[in-house]
């Protein structure tokens, strides 16, 4: 008997990138976890029975048309062919921008780069941008003011393990990234969170603040931190500047005045500065819930503030990171699929780097188009006069995630041509016109970078099953079609990474050190790794030497509180906040397709404060309507003495009905341009009777 196939790998699912080991046996694939250093041989229950999702049910098998309605399987050549006809008459008579794309944060680093070449060569569109705009965009934003490189965390996921205090804000790790918890039962926590989650049940101290006022909060941080002779004036006068600015607003935040705003007890807020700044070994991380906001850039930049002043950020034993959410969230974002950045994290709009990546694509770089929509901009416009008549979406599912989605599916419908590439038939896929079926994860190879900068190898196992093929050939297929050179697009992944690499190199993500020879030898190498005569050993500590700006030092940001876009008022008086569930990832589209998982976690629900659910004449268990101004969503009541009581929690995952994105607000940060996924006004009430008095978008569902 011959011996069962074995390959190291990775899990298809957080920035974690959890250590596995797949194995083909006569029953099916095998998983075990690795001692990789993120996961330690742990895995969360998502990891262990991800091999389900290769063989779900009704995994996409062939090319698919919309033809009298209802798609029908066709061969490659006729779906290819339909796609390049469509967007060649759509270009005819709109425009090269009459066609956009929208990519995800779980591609490898190679589709994330083709694609974004793609859209710019073969579409000659600007209209590009990925779902990861949802995930850490703020984040970004803030990062790279602040120390001129955004790079989720500047140090290797195991130095937390040293440490003695870690704030967690915005930040359900227990939960969404439960391998990371080994990394975090030595040090306290705090955890600022609206909710008393898993993660804050086991916490040392737990800051309850009203959604949306975070960043009062921290300016009321900031202020004891200066005022009680916490800060580390020596860091402050050496290593960074803008203070006096960022001073002068947080001054009028005196904790007493932030605990009217935020709900935060004035002695915990001390006790909290306290913790960090005694500590010899400290923290500050962020998460999605300090980003999803309307002002989250400047909520992030407030936690950065409180970390440079207390001297955390660039130190041994220190600093500020961001928990990237999405499997490929970092490296996807660093290679093209943004609106506004080309390979190598450049901007799209500075000339060097138009020229850099025209050479490298041997094109002019007049060729380039400029800077496009955002993600919500992009969906927003689709079928609009002066937006895309076609899209073509890639690993993303934009009905379940996008904010507003009710709106958001009709925006879909008005389309004259919708292109879906995708392994399971997920809610876009099936309002598409074309549905190309492609490879997932143990079926291809190519490379991911974790939320460390560390860029890992994932290494394919068994033949893709029926007519799937992978993006890369789709592309090379569609560009020929089109009339771009094939060799433009190759179908390799190490020689598609082979052109990431000059394309990377002397960028703010330069990856041209980084090889799949050095990647298989085992090396750990995190970026920046620039080519260099004797090979480079990788980054695992950003600026320990000084920061990423000219002369070295960090950004302080002059930052504000403000309201969020939306109000309570009497119609809708509670908050209403998402989030995720440990059995479900994001859309839902692939775990949904898991038995154990559904098992789990099988419907939306909302967790209610048991006083707001008495008022609303709600039981535990019964279902219930959540209404915000722009529609409703279904759910079944949990009541949780913990809850604030003007408050209510959903989880983002489920579809139909039950989708928590139908209520959620996007009006966006006018900087990253994220939506304001993490509060919106809303009310809660016992479920009609009847279907056709839900508001707004629950209609569309049933349509």
């Known amino acids: 008997m011959p011996e069962p196939r074995t390959v190291a790998t990775h899990c298809p699912y957080c920035a974690l990138q959890c250590g596995t080991r797949l194995t083909e046996e006569r029953a099916g694939l095998a998983v075990t976890p690795t001692d990789f250093p993120v996961n330690r041989g742990g895995l969360c229950q998502k990891g262990w029975t991800a091999p389900s999702v290769l063989d779900a049910p009704d995994r996409l098998l062939?090319?698919?048309?919309?033809?009298?309605?209802?798609?029908?399987?066709?061969?490659?050549?006729?779906?290819?062919?339909?796609?390049?006809?469509?967007?060649?008459?759509?270009?005819?008579?709109?425009?090269?921008?009459?066609?956009?794309?929208?990519?995800?944060?779980?591609?490898?680093?190679?589709?994330?780069?083709?694609?974004?070449?793609?859209?710019?060569?073969?579409?000659?569109?600007?209209?590009?941008?990925?779902?990861?705009?949802?995930?850490?965009?703020?984040?970004?934003?803030?990062?790279?003011?602040a120390f001129g490189l955004d790079r989720g965390l500047p140090f290797p996921v195991t130095d937390l393990g040293a440490a003695d205090v870690v704030l967690l804000a915005g930040a359900n790790v227990a939960e969404t990234m439960p391998p990371l918890m080994q990394h975090l039962s030595r040090p306290e926590l705090i955890v600022i969170d609206p909710r008393r989650s898993a993660t804050a049940e086991r916490a040392a101290l737990h800051l309850q603040p009203a959604p949306g006022t975070d960043l009062a909060l921290v300016l009321g941080l900031l202020h004891i931190a200066v005022v009680d002779g916490w800060a580390d004036t020596?860091?402050?006068?050496?290593?960074?500047?803008?203070?006096?600015?960022?001073?002068?607003r947080a001054m009028s935040w005196w904790p007493e005045r932030v605990e009217r705003v935020t709900g935060v007890p004035a002695g915990s807020m001390r006790a909290a500065v306290r913790m960090l700044a005694q500590a010899e070994r400290a923290y500050v991380l962020t998460g999605r819930g300090a980003e999803q906001h309307s002002k989250g850039v400047d909520t992030v930049a407030g936690f950065i503030n409180l970390a440079l002043a207390l001297g955390l950020p660039g130190r041994d034993g220190g600093g500020y990171g961001c928990l990237t959410g999405q499997g490929n969230g970092q490296g996807g974002r660093e290679h093209g699929q943004k609106a506004d950045q080309l390979p190598g994290y450049r901007s799209i709009t500075d000339d060097a780097a138009r020229e850099h990546i025209a050479g490298v694509w041997g094109v002019a770089p007049s060729d380039l188009p400029g800077p496009g929509r955002s993600a919500y901009e992009l969906l927003d416009a689709l079928g609009t006069s002066d937006g895309p008549r076609g899209l073509l979406v890639f690993g993303s599912n934009p009905v379940v995630s996008a904010p507003h989605a009710g709106h958001v599916a009709q925006r879909l419908a008005a389309l004259d041509l919708l292109v879906v590439a995708d392994f399971v038939p997920s809610e876009t896929a099936l309002l598409a016109d074309v549905v190309l079926p492609v490879t997932q994860w143990a079926e291809e190879d190519g490379t991911m970078t974790n939320l460390e900068g560390r860029v890992l190898r994932r290494r394919r196992l068994r033949t893709p099953p029926g007519h799937a093929r992978s993006d890369l050939e789709l592309l090379h297929g569609l560009a020929r079609r089109l009339g771009e050179p094939g060799h433009r697009y190759p179908t390799?992944?190490?020689?598609?990474?082979?052109?990431?690499?000059?394309?990377?190199?002397?960028?703010?993500?330069?990856?041209?050190?980084?090889?799949?020879?050095?990647?298989?030898?085992?090396?750990?190498?995190?970026?920046?790794?620039?080519?260099?005569?004797?090979?480079?050993?990788?980054?695992?500590?950003?600026?320990?030497?000084?920061?990423?700006?000219?002369?070295?030092?960090?950004?302080?940001?002059?930052?504000?509180?403000?309201?969020?876009?939306?109000?309570?008022?009497?119609?809708?008086?509670?908050?209403?906040?998402?989030?995720?569930?440990?059995?479900?990832?994001?859309?839902?589209a692939q775990t949904r397709r898991v038995r154990e998982l559904v098992e789990a976690a099988p419907e939306t629900f909302v967790e209610v404060h048991p006083d707001t659910a008495e008022r609303a004449g709600l039981t535990d268990g019964e279902r219930a309507l959540v209404s915000s101004a722009r529609g409703g969503t279904v759910a079944r009541v949990r009541l949780v003495a913990s809850m604030r009581t003007d408050t209510v929690f959903l989880p983002f995952h489920f579809p139909g009905e039950g989708r928590a994105n139908l209520i959620t607000n996007p009006a966006l940060d006018p900087r990253s341009r994220m939506p304001e996924f993490k509060v919106a006004a809303a009310r809660i009430e016992p479920l009609p009777p009847d279907p056709a008095l839900v508001p707004g978008a629950v209609e569309e569902v049933f349509a």
């Open 492 to 588: 390799s992944p190490r020689e598609v990474f082979e052109e990431l690499r000059c394309a990377s190199a002397g960028g703010k993500a330069d990856y041209s050190g980084i090889s799949y020879e050095r990647l298989d030898a085992g090396e750990a190498l995190h970026w920046p790794c620039p080519a260099t005569d004797d090979e480079h050993p990788g980054t695992p500590r950003l600026f320990l030497d000084g920061f990423a700006h000219p002369d070295g030092r960090a950004r302080f940001a002059e930052v504000e509180h403000r309201d969020s876009a939306e109000s309570v008022s009497t119609e809708f008086p509670l908050h209403a906040t998402t989030g995720r569930v440990p059995a479900q990832y994001q859309s839902g």
């Open 234 to 248: 020596g860091y402050i006068r050496d290593r960074t500047s803008g203070f006096d600015a960022a001073w002068r």
């Open 62 to 145: 062939h090319p698919m048309v919309r033809r009298g309605g209802r798609l029908v399987a066709v061969d490659w050549d006729t779906a290819l062919r339909t796609v390049a006809d469509g967007v060649r008459g759509i270009q005819a008579e709109h425009g090269a921008d009459a066609v956009g794309v929208f990519g995800g944060g779980g591609l490898t680093n190679e589709k994330a780069y083709l694609l974004g070449k793609f859209a710019r060569l073969a579409l000659r569109t600007s209209q590009i941008d990925y779902n990861g705009r949802f995930c850490m965009s703020s984040a970004a934003a803030a990062g790279n003011a």
